[in-house]
């Protein structure tokens, strides 16, 4: 590494902020000339990153824009946050001009950019997933239908918005139109998949285009109401570590879900650097995939991050480089993370702008207060605009103290049309008690 570490952040949301966190706990960083804030650049940011690091205004999907900035600014390394740049291919572009990035290649980022792709990769290597069935067409849709529920995924990208678990006729017909004929999300096909029962677990792994290495596991709250009622939203709230799955059960799935796509990638030619997302479906010891992303997930990551003790920029550093990760091992915090997301009026279905969040002053230090969908009014106030406006996370002995913590400290935390689940955490809380 160079005496002069410099790192660019690409990305403006709750995820990207909690990367900027991290890195400016990484001993590398904090060791060079100016401290951690001086090395980390981020674009295009949030008001809440500008509070932290220097941000620059190039949008996410720039690509050339993005390469250009990386370039005046003599960064070492580029950590690409969002799904979007990474699909357009900006990894690529960095490697044209001999850039390290933290991200997979826009071919390996078809795993995410396509559920098709995803599909056919999980069945040439092996790794345990739902039945499924791929179509163009609303007839071949309701075909390929043989129950109820039954879960459309849309093909592309959809901003967290392109899954849909159809209870009946009537609404897989609707969805299908929408996706097929309507074009909601753009043109692309639609993946017909089996509903399976079980928890919801996310398992994340960094990967140096030959091996995994597994993170700490989280699960998060995708429905807007308490109760996992309404529809889905990018995320509610998120907690890590989980019940019942220790050490020794994660590296067993990470075997199952990781390894064997990073190794089946490798040999078609695409390598995987980064982060491997994989979302999971466990009922007992039956563990089987529904999606991968190929970054950090949010809000998991919001949870996840705050407990990891090992430098995140020399992770990322050594992702970036092919056998990279080789000896290593992470040190977690032993304690549990809760996170909570605020969401502003309106949300999912719409996001209300411009209202002035109050109380940020008020947080206990001890909290992390990580913005997503905020902005700088005419007036210099933090006021809200998109639809999850901020993330606020603690850290507990146990998950009833690290619940009790953040939902203490959201109190403080007020704007117009505030939504927030009241329920995240209970069943750790619950299954700790117990287990205990």
């Known amino acids: 590494m160079s005496q002069d570490p410099k790192v660019l952040v690409v990305g403006a949301g709750g995820r990207e902020h909690a990367i900027v966190r991290a890195l400016l706990r990484s001993a590398t960083l904090t060791a060079a000339d100016?401290?951690?804030?001086?090395?980390?650049?981020?674009?295009?940011?949030n008001p809440g990153i500008a509070d932290d690091v220097s941000v620059h205004d190039v949008a996410v999907d720039d690509v050339a824009g993005l390469v250009t900035l990386a370039r005046e600014l003599a960064v070492e390394l580029v950590a690409v946050g969002p799904e979007v740049?990474?699909?357009?291919?900006?990894?690529?572009?960095?490697?044209?001009?001999?850039?390290?990035?933290?991200?997979?290649?826009?071919?390996?980022?078809?795993?995410?950019?396509?559920?098709?792709?995803?599909?056919?990769?999980?069945?040439?290597?092996?790794?345990?997933?739902?039945?499924?069935e791929t179509v163009t067409t609303v007839?071949?849709?309701?075909?390929?239908?043989?129950?109820?529920?039954?879960?459309?995924?849309?093909?592309?990208?959809?901003?967290?918005?392109?899954?849909?678990?159809?209870?009946?006729?009537?609404?897989?017909?609707?969805?299908?139109?929408?996706?097929?004929?309507?074009?909601?999300?753009?043109?692309?096909?639609?993946?017909?998949?089996?509903?399976?029962?079980?928890?919801?677990?996310?398992?994340?792994?960094?990967?140096?285009?030959?091996?995994?290495?597994?993170?700490a596991p989280a699960q998060d709250y995708k429905r807007i109401f308490d109760g996992d009622e309404g529809p889905n939203t990018g995320g509610m709230g998120s907690y890590s570590p989980v019940v019942g799955i220790d050490a020794e059960r994660v590296a067993e799935i990470s075997a199952q879900v990781h390894q064997p796509i990073v190794d089946e990638l490798n040999r078609r030619g695409i390598p995987f650097h980064g982060v491997l997302y994989a979302g999971l479906m466990i009922d007992g010891d039956d563990v089987r995939v529904l999606e991968y992303n190929t970054r950090f997930g949010d809000p998991e990551t919001q949870a996840v991050l705050p407990r990891l003790r090992s430098?995140?920029?020399?992770?990322?550093?050594?992702?970036?480089?092919?056998?990279?990760l080789?000896?290593?091992?992470?040190?977690w915090d032993d304690r549990w993370a809760?996170?909570?997301?605020?969401?502003?009026?309106?949300?999912?279905?719409?996001?209300s702008k411009g209202d002035v969040i109050s109380g940020l002053d008020a947080v206990a230090e001890a909290t992390e207060v990580t913005h997503a969908g905020t902005a700088r009014d005419a007036d210099g106030r933090i006021v809200t605009a998109g639809g999850r406006v901020l993330?606020?996370?603690?850290?507990?002995?146990?998950?009833?103290?690290?619940?009790?913590?953040?939902?203490?400290?959201?109190?403080?935390?007020?704007?117009?049309?505030?939504?927030?689940?009241t329920d995240i955490a209970l069943r750790p809380v619950e299954r700790f008690s117990t287990a205990t």
């Open 139 to 215: 007839e071949a849709g309701m075909s390929a239908i043989t129950g109820y529920p039954v879960v459309l995924k849309y093909d592309g990208l959809a901003a967290g918005k392109g899954v849909v678990i159809a209870e009946d006729e009537q609404t897989a017909r609707a969805t299908l139109v929408d996706m097929l004929e309507d074009h909601q999300f753009g043109d692309a096909a639609v993946v017909v998949e089996q509903f399976l029962r079980g928890e919801e677990v996310s398992l994340l792994a960094v990967c140096d285009g030959e091996r995994a290495i597994p993170l």
């Open 34 to 45: 100016g401290g951690a804030a001086a090395q980390i650049h981020a674009t295009p940011g």
């Open 311 to 324: 430098d995140l920029y020399d992770l990322m550093v050594r992702s970036a480089t092919v056998g990279g």
């Open 391 to 421: 993330n606020v996370t603690a850290l507990g002995a146990t998950p009833a103290d690290a619940r009790d913590a953040v939902y203490a400290a959201t109190e403080a935390v007020t704007f117009d049309g505030r939504q927030l689940r």
């Open 85 to 132: 740049p990474l699909v357009a291919g900006l990894v690529d572009a960095l490697a044209d001009a001999g850039i390290a990035a933290f991200g997979p290649s826009a071919a390996a980022a078809r795993l995410e950019g396509s559920k098709a792709f995803a599909k056919e990769i999980m069945i040439a290597a092996g790794v345990p997933t739902a039945g499924y």
């Open 338 to 351: 809760v996170t909570l997301v605020l969401a502003s009026a309106g949300y999912p279905a719409s996001a």
């Open 326 to 331: 080789a000896g290593v091992t992470l040190e």
